[in-house]
T-cell receptor, first 114, second 111 residues
Framework: DGGITQSPKYLFRKEGQNVTLSCEQNLNHDAMYWYRQDPGQGLRLIYYSQIVNDFQKGDIAEGYSVSREKKESFPLTVTSAQKNPTAFYLC?????????????FGSGTRLTVV | GEDVEQSLFLSVREGDSSVINCTYTDSSSTYLYWYKQEPGAGLQLLTYIFSNMDMKQDQRLTVLLNKKDKHLSLRIADTQTGDSAIYFCAERPSGTYKYIFGTGTRLKVLA
């Protein structure tokens, strides 16, 4: 079955460390997205990519970095510059056009700073 | 602006109907969506409506769209405890495939 796989489900980061969250899809979707979810704040867009080797900043990109070397993969690195990284991170994907089925979401990664 | 607004909380009794409201701002939006998020999980697409429709029904779910007022609602009939979750509305403005999500409404169903 096609879908999006996020790993790990839980991640703990020490102060000053960089960590990378994995997102892989086998839906042949063109576009991929990273969102951050905090209680009571809905979803905030971090980065998105419409095509391989290209990506754009979302609303809260500071302290994060991404790469899109393959269509299937869109890893997110939370750097030490992100001052408050504890949150639930969601990856999503969709087709470029004509896709009324909306986004497909992964099951999320909960990142905690210890 | 690009704000999609929802009320934060809704509480209903089991068996009653739930109505979750959403106001969006981009009149060019082609598709509008409702997603459900259960605790600790990703978002699951519940239903969508095309902008030239007024209503869409899918089993216990009814979506109403008032394009003039940019108002979208989701009615859940015979609400069950398993419907307890956060519900997000989202719009897809014309010319983009980047969606704009609301803040989410937490639905609590009381037994």
């Amino acid at each position: 079955d096609g879908g999006i796989t996020q790993s790990p489900k839980y991640l703990f980061r020490k102060e000053g460390q960089n960590v990378t969250l994995s997102c892989e899809q086998n839906l042949n979707h063109d576009a991929m997205y990273w969102y951050r979810q905090d209680p009571g704040q809905g979803l905030r867009l971090i980065y998105y990519s419409q095509i391989v080797n290209d990506f754009q900043k979302g609303d809260i990109a500071e302290g994060y970095s991404v790469s899109r070397e393959k269509k299937e993969s869109f890893p997110l690195t939370v750097t030490s510059a992100q001052k408050n990284p504890t949150a639930f991170y969601l990856c999503a994907s969709n087709h470029k056009a004509g896709d009324y089925y909306g986004y497909t979401f992964g099951s999320g990664t909960r990142l905690t700073v210890v | 602006g690009e704000d999609v607004e929802q009320s934060l909380f809704l509480s209903v009794r089991e068996g009653d109907s739930s109505v979750i409201n959403c106001t969006y701002t981009d009149s060019s939006s082609t598709y509008l969506y409702w997603y459900k998020q259960e605790p600790g999980a990703g978002l699951q697409l519940l239903t969508y409506i095309f902008s030239n429709m007024d209503m869409k029904q899918d089993q216990r779910l009814t979506v109403l769209l008032n394009k003039k007022d940019k108002h979208l609602s989701l009615r859940i009939a015979d609400t069950q405890t398993g419907d307890s979750a956060i519900y997000f509305c989202a719009e897809r403005p014309s010319g983009t495939y980047k969606y704009i999500f609301g803040t989410g409404t937490r639905l609590k169903v009381l037994a």
